[in-house]
């Protein structure tokens, strides 16, 4: 009985080398772990970053291209969500305004992308959804220098990552960014003497504010 | 015999733990080089992507800094009435007064050379490849003979450069197109003479441009 009993039982040098073998994998498993996390973090930081350096390009060369209408005060509508504008394009011997719009489109959960809507020729509305980029806020705004005239356009937008949908605007799922643009100026187009050099031809209307 | 069975079955248990407990560490393991292959593949999107945005942004601003100088060396030719090689080959009062000859004196695609930008980009961002600027004249207007001048002699100037990006393997590369309005300023002697000659007129060339566009 004895011999069987001793034999079943772990000796104490076995129980030491499972023990010390244990608690070896477990902090491996841990350090892993822990390195996983911070790759999944880096991961996502780098997806949220990849979407609004997208959406940031985008604005950038629109911005470059804003046209003016010399029969109108003002060069774009801007609402708190939504902004619209003519993009200039050269055709021969006239310059034509073509409009484009920035405005959000609803994932249904709260939460947005922002939608890019010019107007082609023959009415043609072409749409593009930046779907890399989820957005929890989004905002235009003017930022006027009231000693050099020069206006600006910012663009504060948080974009959120899209694989957590429950999230709400959480700091640690999110990333916010700013971006500010100078306007360019109109070049004396109000002066009546220069009319006949070129003609500046919109195309369409401003596309309408989108609620 | 007994004995050794039982010290051979403990051995295969302990063996088949042990297996066990490895193989659990190897696919916790793999998951993890997965999960990081995952995010390293991520970030080298990211990593392109920045470098992308971070490239066209470069080839704007040079871009940008090309046409200004071009619009420098364009008007000292004016003011001058000289051609001044190599940047400016060519003599502009020249050849913007013969615009007003008729639409088959419109001077295309003649090169200014943006020598300065091209010195500052290469110093102080890298090697991108900053074309010379190609500046032709798109629309002219001049009053017809027998009616008071009411508008000046005037037209447009398009210049337009193309700029590539640092680094080969992204192609970033733009073109970017602005107008310019120019006109004649004729004084009231000579344009009651109607006779003019490009000795007597100064140019102007609007510093703004009427749009740009980048393609």
Redesign the interface.
Known sequence: MKERSG?DAFTLVETIVVAV?GFS?LS??MG?WS??SR??R??EG??L??GA??L??VL??DV??L??DPRRRESFLLSDGCLSFYR???T??D?RLRPVRFSRVNDGHGNFYLNRAELLPGKKLQENIFRQALLSQCRFSLIQDRFSGNRYLRFEFTVIDRSNEKVRKASDSSSTHSLVLRI??????GNP??????R?LPEADFLPLAL | MIRQTRGESERSRCRAALGSLLAIVLLLCLVLAILGMGSLVQSTGTGRTYSRVVDTRLVLEAADAALSEAVVHLRRSMDENKARPPACPDNWRQLLFDVFRGPEHRPSDRTIVPVRTRAIFEAEVGPLLIDNVLVSVVGAYVEPPGLFLRYPPQGVLEMSVTVRGAQKVLQVGKTVRQRRIFYLLVRREVAARRTLRSDSTRFTLLSDPLGTVVE
Do not use: C, Y
């Not at chain 1, 360019?184 to 187009?189: A, F, K």
């Open positions: 034999s073998l994998v491996v498993m892993l390195g996983g790759m999944s880096a991961a780098s997806s970053l990849q350096l997208v940031e390009d950038i060369r470059r291209q046209g003016h200039t394009v050269f021969k011997n310059i360019p100026t109109p070049s004396d187009l003497a220069l009319k006949p050099a070129t500046i």
